[in-house]
């Protein structure tokens, strides 16, 4: 089993660039988790998908972020225009659904917005 | 969305010692709580979990304490090793999502 596979694994961009997180669940998953983390806030939820249908994205902080879930095997979470306090690193997850199954998290994508 | 409080922040211990992780949560419904270890670089990965149904459960070295009247639980690491140097998160789970603490990071010195 691959894991979660998140790219890019690290970014560096300017202040108004639009930029696109990536990420594959491990197969067979149906349920897919969007994090962030920062040294002040911790570890936040930003978005929830079950069976590609978004659940619950009261996490998101603002317009400025948007989740996709095309497909049982892909989703996006894209930040148009960044700012620097978007720089953190954003972890996708994903697991079988169903009360108290593990969670497996990506190896995370690490923003830098300057 | 901070719904689980977690402390200390950082702890240093060492080798062979014990080390106490404490969180609470103020989510009644929340019906199962994980610890998640995470090291440098990588993603967190989950360690040990409970439900409060029971009191304490226990996993080599690592043991969940679990008060649910208090809405407390805590995790222990006996002999601490070097190895075990990480960042601990503690969670509550609402339906299929985890609320975080957020996070202990654990130095053990030989």
């Known amino acids: 089993d691959a894991g979660v596979i998140q790219s890019p694994r690290h970014e560096v961009t300017e202040m108004g660039q639009e930029v696109t997180l990536r990420c594959k669940p491990i197969?067979?998953?149906?349920?897919l988790f969007w994090y962030r983390q920062t040294m002040m806030r911790g570890l936040e939820l930003l978005i929830y998908?079950?069976?590609?249908?978004?659940?619950?994205d009261s996490g998101m902080p603002e317009d400025r972020f948007s989740a996709k879930m095309p497909n049982a095997s892909f989703s996006t979470l894209k930040i148009q225009p960044s700012e620097p306090r978007d720089s953190a690193v954003y972890f996708c997850?994903?697991?079988?659904?169903?009360?108290?199954?593990?969670?497996?998290f990506g190896e995370g994508s690490w923003l830098t917005v300057v | 969305q901070q719904q689980v409080k977690q402390s200390p922040q950082s702890l240093i211990v060492q080798k062979g010692g014990i080390s106490i992780i404490n969180c609470a949560y103020e989510?009644?419904?929340?019906?199962?709580f994980p610890w998640y270890q995470q090291f440098p670089g990588k993603g967190p990965a989950l360690l040990i979990a409970?439900?409060?149904?029971?009191s304490e459960k226990k996993e080599g070295r690592f043991t969940i304490s679990f008060n649910k009247s208090a809405k407390q639980f805590s995790l222990h690491i006996m002999d601490s090793q070097p190895g075990d140097s990480a960042t601990y998160f503690c969670?509550?789970?609402?339906?299929?999502?985890?609320?975080f603490g957020t996070g202990t990071r654990l130095q053990v010195f030989p």
């Open positions: 997850a994903s697991s079988f659904a169903g009360f108290g199954n593990t969670i497996y």
């Open positions: 197969s067979g998953h149906n349920s």
């Open positions: 998908f079950n069976n590609n249908v978004p659940i619950d």
């Open positions: 989510n009644t419904a929340f019906d199962y």
């Open positions: 409970i439900r409060p149904d029971v």
């Open positions: 969670a509550g789970a609402d339906t299929d999502k985890l609320i």
